[in-house]
T-cell receptor
């Protein structure tokens, strides 16, 4: 079983719609959760992180965490073609600087 | 503020050779981590260095090694290259406060290694 699971996609949404990306993790000791975006041929860049149950909003992005269900999600409101990329979920324990990444979900936002 | 700098960006080697990759972290970041990214396996953790010491290690063979210098710059070395070592090698730096949930990784552009 992989530490972090994501649907590889592709997930296709029309421009202006809400994109919902999901991630599950296996280690109940995980305490910090991250979403990275990776454009084709580029390196991952941080979108946001969350470590408390509930929602965290940053602009058009909302991260949701449910530790009981071991589930993290990322909502992208008003999706734009420029959001088309692979989204990577990552988790880590607080006492270790070792991140576990999912394989990523490819998002296509169609104009 | 300069980002994470990795060199070289691209390199081609043949089986059996060895390669050394370099990483300069963001100024003030004392932790440097290395990841391997391949289409089949995704991003996999290689190792992490802090204060010139390897603090965490992933599940890679001993052919993969690294080190960190007193200025926090890091190198990783792969000896006896195999075809399967072809990948994007990403370096990431972070603050040393690894107990904080807000300790995030900032990645460099990566070094793309092709083994023929």
């Amino acid at each position: 079983q992989k530490e972090v699971e994501q649907n590889s996609g592709p997930l296709s949404v029309p421009e202006g719609a809400i994109a919902s990306l999901n991630c599950t993790y296996s280690d109940r000791g995980s305490q910090s959760f991250f979403w990275y975006r990776q454009y084709s041929g580029k390196s991952p860049e941080l979108i946001m992180f969350i470590y408390s149950n509930g929602d965290k909003e940053d602009g058009r992005f909302t991260a949701q965490l449910n530790k009981a269900s071991q589930y993290v999600s990322l909502l992208i409101r008003d999706s734009q073609p420029s959001d088309s990329a692979t989204y990577l979920c990552a988790v880590k324990r607080n006492n270790f600087n070792k991140f576990y990444f999912g394989s990523g979900t490819k998002l296509n936002v169609k104009p | 503020k300069a980002g994470v700098t990795q060199t070289p960006r691209y390199l081609i080697k043949t089986r059996g050779q060895q390669v050394t990759l370099s990483c300069s972290p963001i100024s003030g970041h004392r932790s440097v981590s290395w990841y391997q990214q391949t289409p089949g396996q995704g991003l996999q953790f290689l190792f992490e260095y802090f204060s010139e010491t390897q603090r965490n290690k992933g599940n890679f063979p001993g052919r993969f090694s690294g080190r960190q210098f007193s200025n926090s710059r890091s190198e990783m070395n792969v000896s006896t290259l195999e075809l399967g070592d072809s990948a994007l090698y990403l370096c990431a730096s972070s603050l040393a406060n690894f107990r904080s949930g807000a300790n995030v990784l900032t990645f460099g552009a990566g070094s793309r290694l092709t083994v023929l």
